[in-house]
């Protein structure tokens, strides 16, 4: 399957601590978007990024969250000291290029205790 | 952002066709109408888009009104697979972000 890949798929974390999310894109697509969903809503933008360029981070939290897409490796959505509204479920998505249909993997499900 | 508005719910009866209507009446002359859904615990899933013409895929077809104020998402013969939540999204031809709203929750009865 050469899907966007997401890991890790539920992810438990201690108020406080860090989490980080990875997502690999499809093979080709060098767009990436980062989206958080919570129950019973829908997706909220959060980033957009191209190789090693943040492209867009208006959806972004001004502190504790952030996000790189390095030349080589998966895209990482980090977010330092969470506290419990950080709980949701986390998307990433990628496309080949401007304005192509976006590619979404399952989700990471972060908990925070 | 231009917005959308959708019908919080929908039901349909399997093997007969489903219409999900989408208005969005500030729409401007660079936004293109994408579809999405998503299925229980399961990224959403591209389905169609299209800017003015009507589209057709193998998935579904794309009705969009001529003053292109609304749009309708055609399923042609819903099956069980296909409860899930459809989005449709105003993406600007100018930024390559999408800003998803609450979507329409499809039920689907046997």
């Known amino acids: 399957n050469a899907g966007v890949m997401q890991n890790p798929r539920h992810l438990v974390r201690r108020r406080g601590q860090e989490a980080r999310l990875r997502c690999s894109p499809m093979?080709?697509?060098?767009?990436v978007y980062w989206y958080r969903q919570l129950p019973e809503e829908g997706l909220k933008f959060m980033v957009y990024?191209?190789?090693?360029?943040?492209?867009?981070e208006s959806g972004m939290p001004k502190e504790r969250f952030s996000a790189e897409f390095p030349k080589e490796g998966p895209s990482i959505l980090r977010i330092q000291q969470v506290v419990r509204g950080d709980s949701a479920a986390y998307f990433c998505?990628?496309?080949?290029?401007?304005?192509?249909?976006?590619?979404f993997g399952d989700g990471t499900r972060l908990s925070i205790l | 952002d231009a917005k959308t508005t959708q019908p919080n719910s929908m039901e349909s009866n399997e093997e007969e066709p489903v219409h999900l209507p989408c208005n969005h009446s500030t729409i401007s002359g660079t936004d293109y109408i994408h579809w999405y859904r998503q299925l229980p615990s399961q990224g959403p899933e591209y389905v169609i888009h299209g800017l003015t013409s009507n589209v057709n895929n193998r998935m579904a077809s794309l009705a969009i009104a001529e003053d292109r104020k609304s749009s309708t998402l055609i399923l042609h013969r819903a099956t069980l697979r296909d409860a899930a939540v459809y989005y449709c999204i105003l993406r600007d031809y100018n930024n390559n972000d999408m800003r998803f709203g609450a979507g329409t929750r499809l039920t689907v009865k046997p």
């Open positions: 998505a990628s496309s080949q290029g401007w304005q192509q249909p976006q590619h």
């Open positions: 093979k080709g697509h060098s767009h």
């Open positions: 990024l191209q190789k090693e360029n943040i492209i867009d």
